[in-house]
């Protein structure tokens, strides 16, 4: 499987998601709705689902669903910068 950091790379130094989305698809994958994401972060709910968005847009994912399972299926844990890991 995929570590945090290789969340959303199309292959090594050619990033597809930018940080914060990586780090927004982990605590996806961790199971935290969108209300708490925006707290965690200390952004609006409006922002989360802007990332949401882009997310699904450049993943080519179609639902809200597909993201979850993605986030989940690749274990991906959240980032903070700096590249240590949330548990």
Known sequence: ??????VGRTRPGRTLLSRREREVLGLIGTGRRG???????????????TYRRRMMN???????SELVRYAVALGAAPERPGGARLS
């Open 1 to 6: 499987w995929f570590t945090g950091s290789d």
């Open 35 to 49: 209300s708490q994401i925006a707290e965690d972060l200390g952004v609006a709910i409006k922002t989360v689902d």
């Open 58 to 64: 450049k993943l080519g994912l179609q639902s809200q």
